[in-house]
């Protein structure tokens, strides 16, 4: 398929607001509506949602994807800010919940410098922080948030579109939304093991690796799950999984290879 790097410039209109960061809002979302395509069918350009209704800004009219978008001057860190906690809880489960687009750009420059996808199958009630309630005397008094925690995300589930001001090749950004569907099949509890077991083989930092090197990662998993007695046959089970989804492979002596782009 042929490939055009994207155009990464915001368009030209006039400041409507006095704040900058409004400004950018509207600037970010007018590109997204005219760049973006649908990295789960290719569908060209993604709908929007009127208004600020919605927990979603996007959606595909292909095949109904849906797409929260979230910009920032500064690159992301560890931990982006949501909204409430109870309302992110109960999204996990619900078929539509949002796929996360994360966008940084540069206004000197006035385009996109950063935007990857996260798929809405890490979303998973392990990576959503509770925040602190607000204080008594602020206005929303007692209103709890919550932190996506972008750090604990495997590399497989930040699907990267625009890297350093370079697009990436529609078919490369679609193989590697597709080599994670597989998640979706799993509970939502149940995913979040296969997650935090990639993210443990991620930890390991190379792609060959042995079992001894996922159980090393084990601390983590005990502090996650501080209930559960099973812990490595628990990491040997979602081995077998990511190994029948064609994430890793089992290369015999107890060696394993992850297969997956990342
Ligand atoms: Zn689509």
Redesign the pocket.
């Known amino acids: 398929m042929p490939d055009e790097p994207l155009n990464l410039g915001f368009e030209e209109t006039s400041a409507v607001f006095e704040s900058a960061t409004q400004n950018a809002r509207v600037w970010t979302e007018q590109w997204a509506a005219a760049w973006l395509f ?1 990295p ?2 290719g ?1 060209e350009r993604l709908g929007r949602f009127p208004g600020n209704s919605r927990v979603a800004d996007f959606f ?1 009219e ?2 109904a ?1 849906e797409y929260e978008l979230k910009s920032s001057k500064s690159r992301f860190g560890a931990k982006v800010v949501d909204g409430a906690f109870g309302s992110m809880c109960e999204r996990l489960a619900a078929s539509n919940n949002p796929s996360l687009v994360l966008m940084n750009y540069d206004l000197a420059r006035f385009g996109v410098t950063d935007l990857f996808f996260i798929p809405k199958q890490f979303f998973v009630r392990e990576i959503i922080q509770e925040r602190k309630p607000l204080a008594a005397t602020a206005r929303r008094a007692g209103w709890v948030g919550c932190n996506i925690l972008l750090g604990d995300i495997p590399q497989a589930g930040k699907v990267f579109l625009v890297r350093d001001r370079i697009s990436a090749p529609k078919a490369l950004v679609m193989e590697q939304w597709r080599s994670t569907l597989f998640l979706k099949n799993a509970a939502v509890t149940a995913r979040g093991w296969l997650i935090e077991v990639m993210k443990c083989v991620e930890l390991v930092g190379r792609s060959d690796f042995t079992l001894d090197d996922v159980y090393a990662q084990e601390g983590r998993l005990r502090r996650l799950y501080p209930n559960n007695r099973n812990v490595r046959p628990k990491i040997r089970q979602q081995l077998q999984v990511l190994r029948d989804h064609g994430y890793l492979e089992f290369i015999g002596r107890g060696r394993y290879r992850v297969r997956a782009a990342a």
């Open positions: 649908c789960n069918c569908s595909c292909s095949c994807e």
